[in-house]
């Protein structure tokens, strides 16, 4: 064990895009768990563009972080020390620890999961809160059917990726939109999807004609601005769109949106979710996740940032897409 516990807690408020200095890393005593509480030893900490909202003092669907203290986010590690009946010293468990080594939890909200049927970093990512994101906003809330066309944006990263496949795997036409063409020969190539546009290339609109000549079933947006925007103008009549997330204008200004009269021509239904609140789809989502990677089905990739000391630099570097699927970093 080390003998101090090492986290990152939140220095102060962006303003536009994050720089390293919103962070501080503070040193202090390992915890000592209390009765019905566990010592968690993290392994790996996920870092999500989520993060970026709480770090602004605005109302949302959850508080803001909250100056001075720990930056939140999803951790996996092995229980160190347990005064909880329920786990054991040794358990690995993934949980909402934050930026930090060690983390004591009360057992609520923290998972048990089985390192030897899967690495545990899967647990963060396709087996994990992104995974579930993409099954939850595709079945349930795009509810896509066999032949049809699904367009997911940020197709290279955690969610996208997984959005992607699991079309495919369903008989959809899966196209995804990523930035360059390396990202995009990914996607192809490795992941199976039928087409994906590199936006960054200039030609969005004729290469999105290309690649949908049966035009848009469901949208799963993940980015917002003017490629959300783009993508209205080539939806079906009768179309979903599962709005995810809007990384576009996480750290700059809203995108005035032009083509808001589609969702009316078009008859479209367009609901945002939060995959957090949507406990009770968890476990069938694992199920058919775990049962796609385990049998190769369903591939997946992360960017892994080596140590504690680098995950502002990493949280950064995926807010401006240099993440190739699920960023991670590794603390031990
Ligand atoms: N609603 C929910 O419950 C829920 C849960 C999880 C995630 N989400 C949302 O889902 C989205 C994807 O999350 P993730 O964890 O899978 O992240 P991710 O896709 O692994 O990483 C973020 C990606 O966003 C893309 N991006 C960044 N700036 C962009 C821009 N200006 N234009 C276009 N693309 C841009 C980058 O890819 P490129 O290089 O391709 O640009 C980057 O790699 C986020 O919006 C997130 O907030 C929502």
């Not at 392994?43 to 602004?56: A, E, F, Q, V, W």
């Not at 795997?169 to 192809?188: F, M």
């Not at 009269?261 to 957090?276: H, M």
Request: with cysteine.
């Amino acid at each position: 064990m080390n003998e101090k516990n090492l986290q990152f807690v939140l220095a102060s408020r962006p303003s536009g895009w994050v720089i390293e200095s919103n962070f501080r890393m503070i040193e202090s005593a390992i915890p000592v768990p209390g009765d019905g509480e566990v010592l968690v030893r993290n392994h790996y900490l996920s870092l999500d563009p989520y993060m970026r909202g709480r770090m602004n003092d605005a109302r949302s669907y959850a508080p803001p972080a909250a100056i001075g203290e720990v930056m939140l986010g999803e951790t996996a590690g092995e229980v160190a020390e347990s005064k909880n009946p329920q786990f054991a010293v040794g358990d690995k468990v993934v949980g909402r620890l934050g930026w930090q080594l060690y983390g004591i939890s009360d057992g609520a909200g923290l998972r048990k999961v089985d390192a030897g049927k899967f690495p545990l970093s899967v647990y963060l990512g396709v087996l994990g809160m992104p995974g579930v994101t993409a099954w939850v906003g595709l079945f349930d809330i795009c509810a896509s059917k066999v032949g049809e066309t699904v367009v997911v944006t940020a197709a290279c990263g955690a969610v996208g990726s997984v959005v992607g496949q699991l079309a495919k795997i369903h008989g959809c036409r899966a196209v995804g939109i990523a930035g360059g063409a390396e990202k995009c020969r990914y996607v192809v190539d490795e992941l199976g999807f039928d087409a994906c546009i590199d936006y960054k290339a200039g030609n969005l609109w004729a290469d999105l004609k290309a690649a949908t000549p049966q035009r848009i079933d469901c949208l799963f947006e993940n980015v917002g601005g003017e490629i959300f925007d783009t993508l209205l103008g080539r939806m079906n009549a009768y179309s979903r769109i599962a709005l995810c997330g809007m990384i576009t204008q996480y750290n700059s200004a809203p995108y005035p949106m032009k083509n808001i009269s589609a969702l009316l021509v078009n008859r479209i239904k367009l609901q945002g979710f939060i995959v957090t609140e949507l406990l009770p789809r968890w476990p069938a989502a694992l199920k058919e996740l775990s049962g796609h990677v385990a049998a190769g089905r369903l591939k997946y990739r992360e960017t892994v940032a080596e140590g504690l000391t680098q995950a502002p630099a990493a949280f950064i570097g995926m807010l401006h897409g240099q993440n190739f699927g699920k960023q991670l970093v590794k603390l031990i």
